[in-house]
């Protein structure tokens, strides 16, 4: 098992920026592929961005390339998210996941999630 608690959410005005941790326990964090996915009020969850265990791979989403780094410190058991440049429609929930095995943006996919955390961008 791995247990995942999401941090940093709140709320920011467009063009602000906010980083999200999500901290790990359990399992040996640094064995899991780790994403990053959000939803907002009636849609489907969506991927935004994954990390491989070392840190050496990493795959987004093209709505948030360019604004949003994903990045590990497996020391820590620890993943961000550093997102820059928000704009309304980021507004979501947004979790983080753990994966075996590589780098996926299915959802579907991922074993271990997060409890979320609200992000919200106002125009």
């Known amino acids: 098992q791995v247990q995942l608690v999401e941090s940093g959410g709140g709320l920011v005005q467009a063009g602000g920026s906010l980083r999200l941790s999500c901290a790990a326990s359990?399992?040996?964090?640094?064995?899991?592929?780790m994403g990053w996915f959000r939803q907002a009020p009636g849609k489907e969850r969506e991927f935004v961005a994954a990390?491989?265990?070392?840190?050496?791979?990493?795959y987004y989403a093209d709505s948030v390339k360019g604004r949003f780094t994903i990045s590990r410190d497996n020391a820590k058991n620890t993943v961000y998210l550093q997102m820059n440049s928000l704009k309304p429609e980021d507004t979501a929930v947004y979790y983080c996941?753990?994966?075996?095995?590589?780098?996926?943006?299915?959802?579907?996919?991922?074993?271990?999630w997060g409890q979320g955390t609200q992000v919200t961008v106002s125009s």
């Open positions: 990390i491989s265990w070392s840190g050496g791979s990493t």
């Open positions: 359990g399992r040996t964090f640094s064995n899991y592929a």
């Open positions: 996941a753990a994966r075996r095995t590589g780098l996926n943006s299915d959802y579907t996919k991922y074993d271990y």
